[in-house]
């Protein structure tokens, strides 16, 4: 049995289309990714699988409870973190957790040992008000405060944005462990190397899922041969790449460029061709599509 | 001072209380340069850009932006440089072109030079027929595109990027890219914070900031095979783990 | 009920925690209460007395210096003719003219009955009354002088006129303004600022979400607004009777009884401006605006209802306040039981369920 089952869900904001027909199921201990840029309607998809607010059409069911029709008995088994950092700032660490616990109906001593991985970190800062912590600080408060009642189903809504990759990492290595004890995780990033950690991604754009599967099987689907380019001139680089004729797309990609090329042309002609336009250094290997590569194509194609 | 460097900072610390949010940070960077600025949250990268801003007074030490004194000149500082934070500082009330006669005023640009650089601006980010459109109603990429172009509406020596990509979607992170090696090779100086860790390979240097110390600067290239890692992510990560600082 | 105790403990938190908001909550009301007590009591001391009197009998001299003796009044001027009564206000000198009839002596012996009239200026309807009162007062020593001294009973009787504004009621008018006025703001716009500010900063979202149900969540963010608000009731009554001597003429338990009404009235309409607004700033200028401009200027608490023209009383009608602050005046200083306030009791008992059952209508379950 899924864990969430979403049906042909829709959402619409005066004529703006923020949730357009989206359907997926969510089985019991996934960690499933939404992936999108700001815009994607990946909060309005949230708030609804939340109760907070109501579809225009479809359905979705939460352990077999109605979104709709049961929202108060899935307001007792969701746990829900959203984009903002909505605890209070005035409050101290401890004061948060406390008041949480106490709301949902249980106490911090009750569930503690489901929280402590995440809550040590902070801790030693119990005492200092809420609104003094960092940014990572604040995203494993915020963790401990939606886990506190033990959750069947946990909701992330961007819970790393404008986080440093070091605690970026350290947050997803938690979630990880929460995976493992049987929770299931529906969480939404704008990041897209965070895409890999998860069990399946759903790739969203307008309103609508470009796509649902697991990330391994979203790259290995990647239809042309990808070329990461490097030479000494990157900028300038990626400028004449654009210029060729049998190149098909280039993104800079860090520190190279990601090319790909006509099934007719070769590496060997695309060295040839740099060289003559007065590049050194040129290095052209074939690479794995990222997650990234793929969104890409989908958002182009997506837009022809 | 070198005609060269546009900022320079000697010292600079900013310090609240008996806690140091910036300790003694001393880099340049040169004219026409794309600058990543890194650091994990905390590490006392908003108050280094705050003072380089002219918004905060140095508590000790020596900064020069654009050829003025950050402590003693600050307004002087102020007129010299462009800036835009994540939340792109547009009014979405306003229509396009609106905005961009707002900073040209406030910038003291004469209205027929405001007239003239709205149109080559409005060409040159490909938005001509968006002239009336209501800021409120462009996509997100638009705006970001737009809030780059007000922030170098006044001709800035330097123009400071706060988080300028986040939330958006990986082509249109890619096409501001292009838009800031634009500038950057029309001689506009680039000064650009980022928690992407892809883009700080974009930058001619990068410094990344621990503690409120800047423990590595150079070109990303050179920082790879220093520390012998494949990409700026393990860098920053190696730096970050160091930090004993929590919170702030 | 260990959720509601918390919440509600998590509610004062914020309100401690925030100096401003403490600063409001309870300083205001004291330097309200002080600014208009002081400012509108004047003490009356040495007030000028210009005298009418035709007789010029013994009786009058006697009336005439004891008010001089009296510390309060000093007589300044005899006026010989009539028509200069209305005039010597005017030079702002003057604050009280007594005016004797023809034959004051021959009245007072024979009829036992003679009147004076006693004239204030009513531009200044608090220091007028107050002015009166002293003036009555040594009338009616001298009545009993007077009555002594010839053996056979006689009655002074004065006659109490303002000029410029003659409805001025009493003296101690802003005591029960000020008190509309502060618990209005107190309970209605500070809980629907607290209440917007969740939405705010998003932990509407969070406590929506949760199974704590939404009227524990609207009760316990109302239950220190409202313990506060008794405090600030208590606070006002101990410095208008003890700082600005107004007493407390009725029955005390009537005018907490009329009060809590007022303040759950307050409180409800609180939750509907809560309802209905998205931004603490809204908040602010919702309440700010439209409570309390009109109970400021429509409830009496400046200007008397009763000398406004008719379309500005019908519309003070619909302010509660006004109801609240008529109720008040009537308990506190006339003195009235509570048969003569069942009306304003009634309004507001209507205004209050009224609002509380719309305040639980509009209040949302979802985000809007």
Same mark, same amino acid.
């Given at each position: 049995m899924s864990s969430v089952s979403v049906s042909r869900l829709s959402k619409s904001y005066n004529s703006i289309k923020a949730l357009d027909n989206v359907s997926f199921d969510v089985s019991k201990g996934e960690l499933f990714g939404i992936i999108g840029p700001d815009g994607a309607g990946k909060t309005t998809l949230f708030r609804l699988l939340t109760t907070l607010i109501l579809p225009d059409c479809g359905s979705a069911v939460i352990e077999g409870l109605d979104v709709v029709n049961d929202y108060a008995s899935v307001r007792r088994i969701i746990g829900y973190m959203p984009g903002r950092f909505s605890l209070y700032q005035d409050l101290t660490v401890e004061e948060n957790l406390n008041f949480f616990a106490t709301v949902f109906n249980t106490t911090v001593k009750e569930n503690y040992h489901l929280i402590e991985d995440i809550y040590k970190h902070i801790e030693p800062f119990r005492t200092r008000r809420a609104g003094k912590l960092s940014g990572g600080m604040k995203q494993k408060l915020a963790l401990s405060c939606a886990l506190i009642h033990k959750p069947k189903v946990l909701f992330l809504d961007e819970p790393t944005t404008g986080v440093d990759p070091v605690s970026r990492k350290e947050f997803w290595e938690m979630l990880l462990k929460l995976k493992s004890q049987g929770i299931t995780i529906i969480v939404s990033t704008p990041y897209m190397d965070e895409a890999r950690l998860c069990d399946r991604i759903a790739l969203m754009q307008n309103g609508k899922f470009l796509r649902i599967d697991s990330p391994d099987n979203i790259t290995a689907s990647y239809p042309y041969r990808l070329w990461a380019v490097t030479a000494n001139n990157m900028h300038g680089l990626l400028n004449d790449l654009r210029a060729c004729q049998y190149v098909k797309s280039s993104f800079s990609f860090g520190a190279s460029c990601h090319v790909t090329i006509d099934e007719s042309a070769s590496a060997a002609m695309l060295d040839a061709y740099l060289s003559t336009r007065g590049y050194d250094d040129i290095g052209i290997k074939e690479i794995q599509p990222t997650v990234e590569d793929c969104f890409m194509l989908m958002l182009k194609e997506d837009a022809q | 001072m070198t005609e060269e460097y546009v900022i320079q900072a000697e010292n600079l610390t900013k310090r609240f209380g008996d806690f140091?949010?910036?300790?003694?940070i001393t880099f340049s960077v040169r004219r026409g340069e794309i600058f990543g600025f890194l650091g994990a949250n905390g590490a006392g990268k908003t108050t280094a850009m705050r003072m380089l801003c002219g918004l905060s007074r140095p508590s000790e030490g020596k900064g020069t932006v654009a050829g003025f004194d950050i402590g003693r000149y600050p307004e002087k500082v102020k007129r010299n440089i462009g800036y835009m934070s994540q939340k792109f500082s547009l009014y979405e009330d306003l229509r396009v072109w609106e905005n961009l006669r707002l900073y040209g005023g406030i910038y003291g640009m004469k209205d027929r030079e405001i007239a003239e650089k709205t149109d080559t601006v409005l060409r040159s980010i490909d938005m001509e027929s968006e002239r009336n459109t209501m800021v409120c109603d462009l996509p997100l990429g638009w705006k970001q595109k737009l809030a780059f172009a007000v922030s170098t509406f006044h001709n800035p020596k330097i123009v400071f990027l706060d988080e300028p990509t986040g939330g958006v979607d990986p082509i249109t992170r890619r096409r501001f890219w292009e838009q800031i090696y634009g500038a950057a090779a029309s001689g506009i100086t680039v000064f650009v914070t980022t928690h992407y860790m892809d883009e700080a390979e974009y930058c001619d240097r990068v410094s990344i900031m621990v503690d409120g110390r800047i423990k590595a600067l150079d070109s990303p290239m050179a920082l790879r095979n220093k520390f012998g890692v494949s990409d700026m992510d393990e860098v920053f990560r190696m730096l970050a783990r160091e930090a004993t600082r929590k919170g702030d | 009920m260990k959720q509601f105790i918390t919440f509600v403990r998590k509610e004062f938190l914020h309100i401690f925690r925030d100096s401003r908001t403490m600063l409001i909550l309870l300083g205001m009301p004291m330097v309200q209460m002080l600014l208009f007590g002081f400012a509108i009591t004047t003490e009356v001391r040495n007030t000028k007395v210009a005298v009418f009197d035709p007789s010029q009998s013994m009786e009058t001299r006697a009336i005439k210096e004891r008010f001089d003796a009296s510390e309060y009044f000093t007589i300044a001027e005899e006026i010989r003719d009539v028509s200069r009564i209305n005039d010597v206000f005017k030079y702002g000198e003057i604050g009280l003219v007594m005016v004797f009839s023809d034959d004051f002596e021959s009245e007072l012996h024979q009829g036992g009955d003679a009147a004076v009239q006693l004239i204030t200026d009513g531009t200044e309807p608090n220091q007028a009354s107050m002015i009166t009162g002293y003036a009555s007062n040594i009338l009616a020593q001298s009545m009993q002088e007077l009555s002594e001294g010839s053996g056979a009973p006689c009655r002074i009787i004065p006659e109490i006129r303002m000029l @410029? $504004?003659?409805?001025?009621?009493?003296? @101690? $008018?802003?005591v029960p303004g000020v008190m509309g006025m502060i618990l209005m703001l107190i309970c209605a716009m500070m809980t629907s600022i607290a209440i917007v500010r969740e939405k705010e900063n998003g932990t509407t979202e969070i406590l929506l979400v949760s199974p704590m149900k939404p009227i524990y969540i609207i009760l316990s963010k109302v239950t220190p607004y409202f313990t506060l608000s008794m405090v600030n009731l208590v606070t006002i009554l101990l410095l208008s009777v003890y700082v600005l001597g107004v007493p407390v003429a009725g029955s005390l338990s009537l005018l907490l009884l009329v009060s809590v009404i007022f303040i759950f009235l307050a409180l409800s309409l609180g939750l509907l401006i809560s309802n209905v607004v998205n931004t603490q700033v809204a908040a602010m200028l919702v309440s700010g605006m439209g409570l309390m401009m009109p109970v400021m200027l429509l409830s009496g608490l400046i200007f008397p209802v009763e000398s406004m023209p008719l379309p500005l009383q019908c519309l003070s009608a619909i302010v509660p306040a006004r109801w609240y602050v008529d109720a008040i005046r009537k308990i506190m200083i006339q003195g009235a039981e509570i048969q003569f306030v069942l009306k304003e009791i009634g309004i507001l008992l209507f205004v209050t369920v009224a609002l509380v059952a719309l305040s639980l209508k509009t209040f949302k379950n979802r985000l809007n």
């Open positions: - | 140091t949010a910036v300790d003694h | @410029y $504004n003659p409805q001025a009621e009493s003296a @101690y $008018n802003f």
